[in-house]
């Protein structure tokens, strides 16, 4: 986690508080605060008494946001996931849940275990919809953000204890938003094996986001924002299986060899956006928006982060030489 000096140490006093945490707290509430300690509004933290500041308001969550975070098993596979409604919602991400009408384990932090049935999903975004099965309207749960997070945001995930690690306690990790746009948030907060479909929290305690993938790097990992959740609410409720456009692309193909720079292009789209910005197969692709290049699934994972209609800037070795190539991202739909 590499937010400010002195961070291992919040770190250090955030995971006691987390495992130690099991005071009383009601069972049905929506989870937010109205209050945000000054200290999360400084571009970092400036004294020990911020750090205070910032573990005492985290812990106080703790108990509320472990309640709504829960474990979801599908047959021989299990992710994560969060109750939004009194009624049993849980969002979740479309490659943990399957397709709609499935039938599911939900097991809550006291490994209480329930029935549920996937409902509706977004497969190009990620985004799913899970529905307890059951008449129960106290259901404990965390309410969805009514605005988009920007970069710079304090973010949290809160990891479901066991998952792929049956001994895990609960887990808290602190960043903030890096990228955000309506398909696709990135941030800093490390994604482990068994986060996916889990919540990405505001600093408030509100959802903003869904754990969908992790990247190559500690910086690379994603989320589906909490719009396309809102946004698409009837649909998913009535089970609706369906497809949106998936963000912005370059519209090459292409290779990294071992021990060679970049990303060789092997393949140039007709009439794609890298066509449009001349190309050409066998240029190597070094950088993109000033990041090296270092496999096809980064190159994705940074194009996929950005807004469709966005210029870019592109290093690129044609022929010994080095070059700056511009390009306005396209938009795939599907």
């Known amino acids: 986690m590499k937010i400010f000096p002195g961070a291992s140490l919040l ?8 495992v130690t945490a099991e005071e009383s707290v009601p069972k049905t ?8 300690p000054e200290a999360f509004t400084k571009p970092v933290p400036e004294s020990v008494k911020d750090l205070q500041e910032m573990q005492d308001h985290l812990t106080s969550l703790i108990p509320r946001l472990k309640e709504c975070t829960v474990n979801l098993q599908v047959g021989g596979a299990q992710g994560s996931g969060v109750i939004v409604s009194p009624e049993g919602h849980v969002l979740t991400a479309a490659h943990v849940s399957g ?18 049935r996937s409902l509706g999903r977004n497969k190009v975004l990620d985004a ?22 920007k970069p710079g945001d304090w973010c949290m995930v809160v990891a479901h204890p066991g998952g792929y690690q049956e001994e895990r306690g609960m887990v808290l990790r602190l960043g903030r938003v890096i990228l955000e746009n309506p398909w696709m948030i990135q941030s800093d907060c490390e994604l482990v094996g068994g986060d996916s479909g889990g919540p990405l929290f505001g600093i408030d305690g509100k959802v903003i986001g869904v754990n969908t993938r992790i990247g190559e790097s500690t910086d690379l990992n994603f989320h589906v924002p909490i719009e396309a959740y809102t946004r698409d609410w009837e649909r998913l409720v009535a089970g609706e299986d369906f497809r949106t456009h998936s963000g912005a ?30 190309l050409l197969e066998g240029d190597v692709l070094l950088t993109f928006q000033a990041r090296k290049i270092t496999s096809m699934q980064q190159l994705v994972d940074l194009v996929g982060a950005e807004v469709p209609g966005r210029s870019v800037k592109l290093g690129v070795l044609r022929d010994g030489e080095t070059l700056e190539v511009t390009l306005r991202l396209g938009m795939r739909w599907d």
């Open 249 to 278: 692309y370059l519209g090459v193909s292409g290779v990294v060899k071992q021990g060679a720079p970049g990303m060789e292009v092997t393949k140039v789209y007709p009439g794609d956006p890298a066509d449009r910005a001349g």
């Open 128 to 149: 799913s919809l899970v529905k307890i099965e059951s008449d129960r309207t106290d259901w404990p749960y965390c309410s969805m953000a009514e605005e988009a997070s």
């Open 11 to 18: 770190w250090l006093s955030l995971f006691v508080g987390l």
């Open 99 to 116: 397709r709609p009408d499935r039938k599911l384990s939900v097991i809550m932090s006291d490994g209480n275990r329930y029935r549920a």
């Open 29 to 36: 509430y929506p989870v937010s605060v109205e209050v945000i």
